[in-house]
């Protein structure tokens, strides 16, 4: 399948934090440690981005 990378950046710079991926269903999209996000079959995923006690949402959907 298709590979796309997030994005993602810690603000303050000086932020020693990690910054961690996580997929709700790797059968559908799967995320390494470093961001990139690969299709694996048709579905809907989300892919929660963590960094301290921050955490965002991207829903990704899987068309073919």
Same mark, same amino acid.
């Given at each position: /399948?298709? +590979?796309?990378?997030?994005?993602? &950046?810690?603000?303050?710079?000086?932020?020693? @934090? &990690?910054?961690?991926?996580?997929?709700?269903?790797?059968? #559908?999209?799967?995320?390494?440690? @470093? /961001? @990139? #996000?690969?299709? *694996?079959? *048709? /579905? =809907?995923?989300?892919?929660?981005?963590?960094? /301290?006690? *921050? =955490?965002? *949402?991207?829903?990704?959907? +899987?068309?073919?």
């Amino acid at each position: /399948g298709k +590979v796309f990378r997030l994005e993602t &950046e810690v603000t303050p710079i000086t932020s020693s @934090q &990690e910054i961690r991926y996580l997929s709700s269903d790797s059968k #559908i999209a799967a995320v390494n440690k @470093q /961001g @990139q #996000i690969k299709a *694996k079959k *048709k /579905g =809907t995923a989300v892919i929660k981005v963590k960094s /301290g006690k *921050k =955490t965002v *949402k991207v829903t990704v959907t +899987v068309r073919s």
